[in-house]
Nanobody, 126 residues
Framework: QENLVESGGGSVQAGDSLRLSCAAS????????MAWFRQAPGKEREFVAA????????WYADSVKGRFAISGDSAKSTANLEMNDLKPEDTAVYYC???????????????????WGQGTQVTVSS
């Protein structure tokens, strides 16, 4: 069982920045990618950003491109999400996830990920 723990959430004003961190512990399986998803009240979980260890490739949702940056360390099984110029619509619970497949055809969908953290709340006020 791999455990994921997110940290760094909080309440901020529009235009502020936050940095989320995710660390895997327990049995850390070999993984090809880690990602961040978010879920706002009354909405479905949506993709935010992902990083694949092969070629250090990254993917972003259109809504966060240019504002958010994902980084990570495959050896330490950690992933960070730097969030800048936050907007009220970024308010959500943010979840970290890991992909245990050696390769997956689409890292922007929840099905690619095997383990999920409990989430950390991000609230952005206008």
């Amino acid at each position: 069982q791999e455990n994921l723990v997110e940290s760094g959430g909080g309440s901020v004003q529009a235009g502020d920045s936050l940095r989320l961190s995710c660390a895997a512990s327990g049995y850390t399986l070999a993984k090809s990618a880690m990602a961040w998803f978010r879920q706002a009240p009354g909405k479905e979980r949506e993709f935010v950003a992902a990083i694949a260890w092969f070629g250090d490739r990254t993917w972003y949702a259109d809504s966060v491109k240019g504002r958010f940056a994902i980084s990570g360390d495959s050896a330490k099984s950690t992933a960070n999400l730097e969030m800048n110029d936050l907007k009220p619509e970024d308010t959500a619970v943010y979840y970290c996830a890991t992909c245990g497949h050696l390769y997956y055809y689409d890292y922007t969908i929840p099905d690619a990920y095997d383990y999920w953290g409990q989430g950390t709340q991000v609230t952005v006020s206008s």
